[in-house]
């Protein structure tokens, strides 16, 4: 996941992220009034890769507020990412 201040900068991002490595984009949450995350999935090797471009692409267009990579994460936090469901 990487989070961003500015729809721009999480575009840039995400298209960062797909070049980079073969990963899957899941969806991309608008969270704030500027605050946008992305979330991806795919091999955790994969996924580092495609985050830390989404991190470099992102800071060129706006701000990177934070990132995570969730190594073979747990059946239901995978289902709460997928979905977005809220607790």
């Known amino acids: 996941m990487i989070e961003t201040r500015g729809l721009i900068a999480s ?3 995400a298209d960062a992220m ?6 899957t984009l899941l ?15 795919g091999d955790v090797s994969a996924v580092q890769a495609a985050v830390e471009a989404g991190k470099e ?5 706006g701000t990177v507020v934070s ?3 969730i190594p073979h994460p747990d059946t239901e936090t995978k289902e709460l990412i997928k979905k977005g469901r809220s607790l």
Not at 27 to 41: F, G, M, P, S, Y
């Open 11 to 13: 575009i840039e991002a």
């Open 18 to 23: 797909l070049k980079a490595a073969d990963v």
């Open 27 to 41: 969806r991309q949450d608008k969270v704030d009034a500027a605050l946008v995350t992305i979330v991806i999935e």
């Open 57 to 61: 692409a992102a800071t060129r267009y």
């Open 67 to 69: 990132s995570l990579v």
